[in-house]
């Protein structure tokens, strides 16, 4: 066994396990999406399309992820930031901050759903400082940009701390001589931040935006225990599609499109947020 | 002992034991009824729990329950001995997968039930297990409210309307309850209680003028429904909490209110329209799959759930009603007196309309629910023209009705071909 062949050998397993489990079901799904009665069709995309929730759920589903994956970032940049400074107390911060990753969406959802309900804790403590007489319905049909702005924090809240593990991981890599060299030199704290914090990070920018992105587009517990159906977005209809209507094929061709979009992201932040190649860092 | 015979008996014992396990192999039921943990137990411990031979009760949601159940019939074996299913879940699967079930020698005391359970073919697919349908439930604070004249237990559509009215202006905030979420079995309200009480049918009649009608009167019924409601799955959450104090669903979606404070609610029939007053039974069956491994065991499995004894012990776990005829003992939970009445009351009205569960739509059931559900969001939570949404409905229960050739079911006139929409 010469050396060169071995680290093939060694990430040969983990290969025929990601293209068992991974590739060849991708393969069957999008079989399934492109089957019109046994022959290559557009019918099933054409169906999908148009049906009137369609446009409503993609502009849901992209304007979710357009309002909470920025302020996500600035959140998680400055809680990266914070907890870099620390010394004592680091560890138990970063667990607590940490805590929203161990648990599932659908918990997220329901936790959120017993603050923002009508016999809620929102509604509760707010009639018991005596802001209102009685219980407001937040997430009614009625004001949808107040349910949107409920599912929008609840995410926020669940899914900051995806990035916030991978932005601390990407600031300790930082070699402290860059900082003490700026300090040297009279920068500011906003102008270290600026200059050697983020570019510096860049990498480890590009995968915790990537990440985020994605599952941005796949937004769907949280959304269906706090709205319901009042907020469609392109998974619930996924769910709908496959389990309510028993419609495998439009099942699968909602799912191309949201990894369609979710490609055509990744490509954006790619270009973006590239490290040109010959710099150093 | 020496050390060879003490493996010898080590593994003789071990391999007694896995034949003894293996002889007494639970018959695994795979349900998709009894989900909540409380009904799931109940059923192990009192209505299982005398089978001879042992039950292995799994409830599922409907989406895994049929994935692995077609699964085990694509793959010719598997483990599951008897399914339990709503007469939906079973309509959508092919006939020729279910074992046939007429020479069982068991089945319900009503025709019409039996007649739904052959599923188009001249057997009987699955045997019907157990009933229940959909009524209205109050508080006893909203009673001092109804319109002058009015019997509870013989209301119109106007006079739910001007009662819940009066409780919005009383209270100052809308206090019906419907079950609008996404798990809400609110196109059963519109298939089976909208539909015949206005119009006296469901697909003929869809797109007539008695139905613009009806949509009319339950968008004014709408303005006094608590708007939260789109996000109401089991009503009985809500009259606990008084977020509605009138609400319409299932019993088995109301028992918990009952069984808790039986003394501040109140079961009611649903109200009648002009063409009579629309109910529609829901039903449950057991059923045995081609490739159940033990046909026998299935067999006297589903043989024992129609005994009376089993019948009154399911209803006391889950209150669902039985089918068969059973003197119903007094000691039942106050959830069941409560229902039951209302239902009797509701099967016995002299302008009872049943609706019957859509039968023959095969896998398209969940198209057709859709139909209901989207004028719903459109008609009532989207403010759309009536009479715009339902023409446009129509082309998609006419597709939905040639696709899968169903006849017309009560309380539409009965079809040659295809149910067609007028």
Known sequence: ?281 | MSYQTKIAGAVSGLALLVSAVAAHADVLFWSTQAKPVEEAQAMRTQVLAGFAGGVDYQPNDGGPWLTRLNAELQAGSGAIGVLGGLHGDFSAMNPADLVDLSSLGVSSASATFNDLSKLGTGEMQYVPWMQATYIMAANRKALEHLPAGADLNALSYDQLIEWAANVHKAVGEPKFGFPAGPQGLKHRFFQGYLYPSFTDGVVRTFASDAAVTGWEKFRELWAHTNPASTNFSFMQEQLLSGDAWIVFDHTARLAQAFNERPDDFVAFPAPAGPAGRGFMPVLAGIAIPRTAPDMDAAKALVAHMLKPETQIATLRATNFFPVVDVALPNDLPPAVKASGAAIAKMSGAPDANPGLLPAGLGDKGGDFNRVFVDSFERIVLGGQDIRTVLNDQKKTLSRIMTESGAPCWAPDAPSAGPCPVE
Do not use: C, H
Not at chain 1, 20 to 47: C, H, I, K, T, W
Not at chain 1, 137 to 163: K, V
């Open chain 1, 1 to 281: 066994m010469t050396p060169r062949y071995l680290p093939y050998l060694l990430i040969l397993p983990v290969t025929l396990f990601l293209g068992l489990f991974f590739l060849y079901p991708f393969v069957l799904v999008a079989m399934q999406a492109f089957d019109g009665g046994g022959r290559f069709s557009l019918e099933n995309f054409q169906e999908v399309v148009d049906y009137w929730k369609f446009p409503i759920s993609l502009r849901n589903t992209l304007l979710l992820a357009a309002a909470v994956v920025p302020v996500q970032l600035a959140l998680a940049l400055l809680m990266a930031t914070m907890v870099t400074r620390m010394q004592k107390g680091r560890d138990l911060v970063l667990y607590i901050w940490t805590i929203p990753l161990g648990i599932s969406d659908l918990a997220a959802g329901i936790i959120w759903l017993a603050i923002f309900e009508q016999s809620g804790f929102l509604n509760s403590m707010m009639s018991g400082l005596g802001l209102i007489d009685r219980p407001m319905n937040l997430l009614s049909y009625q004001n949808l940009g107040l349910a949107f702005l409920a599912i929008a924090l609840a995410e926020i809240w669940r899914a900051t701390a995806i990035m916030l593990v991978i932005l601390v991981a990407g600031i300790g890599l930082i070699p402290k001589e860059y900082y003490e060299a700026a300090e040297v030199f009279g920068a500011s704290p906003w102008q270290r931040f600026i200059r050697i914090t983020l570019p510096l990070l860049r990498p480890s920018l590009q995968t915790a935006l990537i990440l985020r992105v994605i599952l941005a587009f796949e937004v769907f517990a949280v959304v269906a225990a706090l709205g319901g159906t009042l907020f469609p977005v392109l998974m619930s209809q996924t769910y709908a599609y496959q389990f309510e209507l028993l419609n495998g094929g439009a099942a699968a061709a909602v799912a191309l499109i949201i990894l369609a979009i979710s490609i055509a992201a990744t490509l954006v932040i790619l270009r973006v947020l590239r490290v040109p190649k010959g710099a150093t860092i």
